[in-house]
């Protein structure tokens, strides 16, 4: 089960809701329940909750969903912004519940990161103000891929870097990102 397959669809429902069309809102939110049923089961076993703790989280994140749809930008993919309001209803939920960021793997550390409303992250970790202690290309490398969700060639493209400086930049940079989060802790 592959949310991004299934992505010119669930933008056709999204964009139908947000002209009005209340079937296409509430069968959006049902087809987008079980991709985030399944994405917090799989985040969640690793950290040794269950599934209660992951349907606390759907219904968590569709409730964000709804109430922030105004914020989805019509000229981009849908599947990045709803997953970035899911890792961050999962980062707030794992500190809710005082798990250690150690629990999150260096490769995911773009979770701790992603936020659906910036303002409105409780954490004392400010992205700006991380991203800005590393280079800006680094940095430019990451939002596109881990924070936007375009693929490695897209941003290559975009950045004029090679598909492998580009992956190079962005786990150098995680691993940077990582060091300074623990230096915060």
Known sequence: MDIRSDEPELRTLMLAGLEGDEASHKA????????LRAY?????????RGPADAEDLVQETLIALH???HTYD????LTPWVYAIARYRLVDYLRRTKASIMDVLVEEANEVLAADDPMAVESTLDLEELMAQISPKVSQAIRYVKLEGLSVSETAARTGMS????????HRGLKALSRLIKQRS
């Not at 959006?28 to 991709?35: D, G, N, P, T």
């Open 40 to 48: 917090f089961k799989g985040q969640l076993m690793r950290t040794g």
């Open 67 to 69: 109430t922030r749809r």
């Open 74 to 77: 019509r000229s981009q993919l």
């Open 28 to 35: 959006l939110l049902m087809k987008l329940s079980a991709y």
């Open 163 to 170: 598909p492998s400086a580009v992956k190079v930049s962005v």
